[in-house]
C-alpha cells in the first residue's frame, strides 16, 4: 500500500511543470490551454510566428521579382542573356511570379490570423 502511495504521488507531481528556479508549478490560469506553456514562452512563440509570416511576404516578393525579370527576359524586353527571346521563360517567368504571389498571400493570410 505504501508503494501505491508514492507511485501515485510520484504521477502527480510528473504532470506539474515548474518554473526555472521555482518548486512550485505555475498557476493553471497561466498555463495556455492549446500549448501547454506558460506567459513567456507563448509571447516568444507569437513573436516566431509573426517572423515566419514577415519572411514569407519578403520571400514571396523576391520570388515574384525573379519571375518577372524572367519573364521579360523571355518576351526579348531585357536582353543580353541566354534567356532573351527564349520561348521557355516566357512560360516559366509567370508561373514563377504566381508562386512567389501565392507564398506571399500565404503569409498574409496567416499574418492576418496571428494579430486575433
Same mark, same amino acid.
Given at each position: 500500500?505504501?508503494?501505491?502511495? /508514492?507511485?501515485?504521488?510520484? %504521477?502527480?507531481?510528473? =504532470?506539474? @511543470?515548474?518554473? +526555472?528556479?521555482?518548486?512550485? +508549478?505555475?498557476?493553471?490560469?497561466?498555463?495556455? /490551454?492549446?500549448?501547454?506553456?506558460?506567459?513567456? +514562452?507563448?509571447?516568444?512563440?507569437?513573436?516566431?510566428? /509573426?517572423?515566419?509570416?514577415?519572411?514569407? @511576404?519578403?520571400?514571396? @516578393?523576391?520570388?515574384? @521579382?525573379?519571375?518577372? %525579370?524572367?519573364?521579360?527576359?523571355?518576351?526579348? /524586353?531585357?536582353?543580353?542573356?541566354?534567356?532573351?527571346?527564349?520561348?521557355?521563360?516566357?512560360?516559366? =517567368?509567370?508561373?514563377?511570379?504566381?508562386?512567389?504571389?501565392?507564398?506571399?498571400?500565404?503569409?498574409?493570410?496567416?499574418?492576418?490570423?496571428?494579430?486575433?
Amino acid at each position: 500500500m505504501m508503494l501505491t502511495a /508514492v507511485m501515485d504521488a510520484a %504521477v502527480a507531481d510528473e =504532470g506539474a @511543470i515548474a518554473a +526555472p528556479g521555482h518548486d512550485d +508549478p505555475p498557476p493553471a490560469s497561466a498555463v495556455s /490551454v492549446t500549448t501547454g506553456l506558460t506567459g513567456a +514562452p507563448l509571447a516568444a512563440a507569437r513573436k516566431e510566428h /509573426v517572423m515566419k509570416n514577415g519572411l514569407l @511576404i519578403v520571400a514571396g @516578393i523576391v520570388v515574384i @521579382i525573379i519571375g518577372a %525579370v524572367f519573364a521579360l527576359q523571355g518576351f526579348g /524586353v531585357i536582353q543580353g542573356s541566354a534567356m532573351s527571346d527564349n520561348h521557355t521563360f516566357e512560360v516559366a =517567368g509567370p508561373l514563377v511570379a504566381l508562386a512567389g504571389l501565392a507564398l506571399a498571400g500565404l503569409g498574409l493570410r496567416h499574418r492576418g490570423s496571428a494579430s486575433q
